[in-house]
């Protein structure tokens, strides 16, 4: 895979969904290869951030919240099934924004907050990247701002 322009696509709520019973369709020892995102970002390769909804959540902060925590959403298992390849949530927010603007050839456009690009975004009820890992499943959002709001000299302008 490394000598091909890969990019991977992943359903980050499988880790989430798929810990209780996972090793027991393939094993202790192959199922540590399951969902080896960190290896995967380590060895060089580009994720991006899926759903597979409607069977998983749409939400990518539940999403971020399997991959950085490695814990189904009951908790389970409390220090993590795999903890070695959780990822970090600047690493799991990046494969929703940055990355897939990247894979459809509109990193031009989105993925980032900078001039000349739309500013999609959400505020939230807290700080992502300051929350412990368990918490990050549980932040709001309290407002989505998306793609009437376009970026210019750093000022965000609405287009009418």
Known sequence: ???LPVIIDI??????TNVRWSESRVGHERAKYNYCWRRLIDEGFLLTGGSDAPCESFDPLKGTYAIVAR?????????GW???ERVTPYEALSMYTKN?????Y???IRGTIEAGKYADFV???KDVFKVPHPEIKNISVLRTLAATW????GILLLIS
């Open 1 to 3: 895979m490394k000598k």
């Open 11 to 16: 359903q980050p709520m499988f880790v989430s």
């Open 71 to 79: 814990q189904g959403l009951d908790g389970y298992p409390e220090e």
């Open 82 to 84: 795999f903890p070695e």
């Open 100 to 104: 897939a603007a990247y894979a459809s």
């Open 106 to 108: 509109e990193e031009h």
């Open 123 to 125: 505020i939230l009820d």
């Open 150 to 153: 376009y970026m210019r000299r």
